[in-house]
């Protein structure tokens, strides 16, 4: 008499589910369709991104070096963001590291940079940078002089840069960006890219007061109830 569990039968293809794999085009992933309706919604920001190209393409850029500042929700990830596509599109190697989860640790930074160090025209990406500002003096005597010369490094954060970024030779690479409110035309072009046009866009423009996180969470909030408005939030 057998004893233990009884055991399941061995699994043939007859036994497995069938998959029709439809079409022969190529893969299409969820990070596409991602990466696809994020760069859709990207509106305004036009000085900031021009001054960004310039950096990327002058044989002599204006910077090489760009903090981008500003408050929670003013679009510091999304310029980041757009400006990896950008990149890319050059064919430029994108590092993109973010300070949350990196924190101010040098040798997790010093190794995403190590890869890179022998790239031509790397980008480096640093979001978030207020949580790994301990590293700035080592990143201004060490680390980022190994990288190539016509690396480009953009920080993102809530608080203005330190003070040795414009000393010591540093202020002569080294720009600030300071992002501000969208203004209403602006709001009304991220509003329209989430699809909302109609008679609440005023007030979600008024309400919102240019945050495009704000305008985001109204849109995403009106897209969804047909009766909800800024007025009464």
């Given at each position: 008499?057998?004893?233990?569990?009884?055991?399941?039968?061995?699994?043939?293809?007859?036994?497995?589910?069938?998959?029709?794999?439809?079409?022969?085009?190529?893969?299409?992933?969820?990070?596409?369709?991602?990466?696809?309706?994020?760069?859709?919604?990207?509106?305004?920001?036009?000085?900031?991104?021009?001054?960004?190209?310039?950096?990327?393409?002058?044989?002599?850029?204006?910077?090489?070096?760009?903090?981008?500042?500003?408050?929670?929700?003013?679009?510091?990830?999304?310029?980041?963001?757009?400006?990896?596509?950008?990149?890319?599109?050059?064919?430029?190697?994108?590092?993109?590291?973010?300070?949350?989860?990196?924190?101010?640790?040098?040798?997790?930074?010093?190794?995403?940079?190590?890869?890179?160090?022998?790239?031509?025209?790397?980008?480096?990406?640093?979001?978030?940078?207020?949580?790994?500002?301990?590293?700035d003096s080592w990143l201004r005597r060490d680390l980022l002089l190994r990288l190539p010369d016509d690396t480009v490094i953009v920080t993102a954060g809530r608080?203005?840069?330190?003070?040795?970024?414009?000393?010591?030779?540093?202020?002569?690479?080294?720009?600030?960006?300071?992002?501000?409110?969208?203004?209403?035309?602006?709001?009304?072009?991220?509003?329209?890219?989430?699809?909302?046009?109609?008679?609440?866009?005023?007030?979600?423009?008024d309400w919102a007061a240019g945050s495009p996180l704000a305008l985001a969470l109204a849109a995403d909030a009106a897209a969804t109830d047909a009766g909800w408005?800024?007025?009464?939030?």
């Open positions: 008499i057998p004893s233990g569990p009884p055991r399941s039968p061995a699994h043939t293809d007859e036994s497995l589910p069938k998959i029709d794999h439809q079409g022969d085009g190529p893969r299409r992933t969820l990070g596409t369709r991602l990466e696809h309706r994020d760069r859709d919604r990207f509106t305004g920001r036009h000085a900031e991104v021009a001054f960004l190209e310039r950096c990327l393409d002058a044989e002599d850029p204006p910077a090489c070096v760009i903090h981008v500042c500003g408050p929670g929700g003013i679009g510091k990830s999304t310029l980041l963001r757009e400006l990896a596509r950008r990149s890319r599109a050059r064919g430029r190697t994108v590092v993109a590291l973010d300070g949350r989860e990196l924190g101010p640790d040098p040798e997790v930074l010093e190794a995403a940079l190590a890869a890179v160090a022998d790239d031509a025209a790397p980008v480096i990406l640093l979001d978030s940078y207020e949580q790994m500002a301990a590293l608080r203005p840069p330190d003070a040795g970024w414009f000393q010591g030779g540093w202020e002569s690479v080294t720009a600030r960006i300071d992002l501000a409110a969208l203004p209403p035309d602006e709001a009304r072009k991220l509003l329209a890219a989430y699809g909302v046009a109609d008679s609440r866009v005023a007030a979600i423009i408005s800024a007025a009464y939030s």
